[in-house]
């Protein structure tokens, strides 16, 4: 009995209920597709994964393009990550100086800045930049790839398409995801400093001492423990919504799209779930 003559069945057998019970019922079911697709599309990534950690064993494969890839993701995003992180930097400097009320330290000022750039908006902007940037690309060259049959033909050439097309980018995207935030945490603290020297009555001195004041190595740690989780997922969502690319141009698109969406959620959830286990380990 094929799946259209059950449906249709199915569908004939609910229609002979009373309204109330039927609407139960179709409701029901479509949670019931809900739960089975949602579960359905976990296992497709689960599979992803292990096809993708199985390319790791070929490495005359995906050496010579990894290099590539740290440069069009690490080095090409060099600009970008820089100019975000100085602004962003700026605007927390001079908004935490004339939120001060009477009588507080202007070292707060260095202390706020330090942290919220570090610990947050650092690894977190970086990543969400770069999912947009990078990981837009990475599924539009995959998902063009597959609608042009470029990824059969490799299969026909006896090479792994994960180990020549995932595993690159989910190297390169892991390596310089915290190279990039060190950089951003860098030039976001000090657009602070020179911002608040420049534009408002602090000395150098008040920010240097707030920048040194409960300073842990584990809060750079951290920074970078974020950064390297948001570039794994990167790499993992936006290479695999390429690879399942179907409908030729218009396919390409809305994989793009999903994928970009996907991976922000997923970094803003990494991003909390950081924090709710490590954040005790913060405390000065």
Do not use: N
Not at 17 to 31: D, E, L, S, W
Not at 134 to 156: K, Y
Not at 183 to 212: H, P, Y
């Amino acid at each position: 009995m094929s799946y259209s003559y059950r449906f249709q069945h199915t569908e004939e057998h609910a229609a002979a209920y009373p309204p109330v019970q039927r609407f139960g019922i179709k409701f029901f079911r479509k949670m019931y597709k809900a739960w089975r697709g949602m579960f359905a599309q976990i296992g497709a990534r689960g599979f992803f994964i292990r096809d993708t950690l199985r390319g790791f064993s070929e490495p005359a494969t995906f050496i010579p393009e990894t290099i590539r890839q740290m440069r069009v993701i690490g080095v090409d995003s060099v600009p970008l990550a820089v100019l975000v992180a100085a602004f962003i930097g700026g605007v927390i400097a001079l908004q935490t100086r004339y939120q001060l009320f009477e009588g507080v330290l202007l070292s707060v000022v260095g202390l706020a800045t330090r942290q919220t750039i570090i610990l947050e908006m650092g690894p977190l902007l970086t990543g969400l930049v770069l999912a947009g940037r990078v990981g837009a690309r990475m599924t539009a060259e995959i998902g063009t790839m597959r609608v042009t049959e470029q990824i059969d033909a490799l299969e026909t050439l006896a090479y792994d398409p994960l180990a020549f097309l995932v595993v690159p980018r989910l190297i390169a995207a892991t390596i310089m995801l915290p190279v990039l935030t060190i950089l951003a945490d860098f030039v976001g603290v000090a657009s602070g400093f020179a911002i608040s020297v420049s534009a408002t009555d602090m000395t150098v001195q008040d920010f240097r001492e707030g920048v040194r004041l409960a300073f842990g190595i584990f809060q750079v740690v951290y920074s970078l423990m974020k950064a390297t989780l948001f570039g794994i997922a990167i790499a993992i969502v936006c290479t695999y919504e390429g690879y399942i690319t179907t409908a030729g141009a218009e396919g390409v698109g809305r994989s793009t799209a999903r994928a970009v969406v996907i991976t922000s959620v997923t970094i803003l959830v990494l991003d909390a779930l950081t924090a709710i286990l490590f954040a005790p380990f913060l405390q000065a």
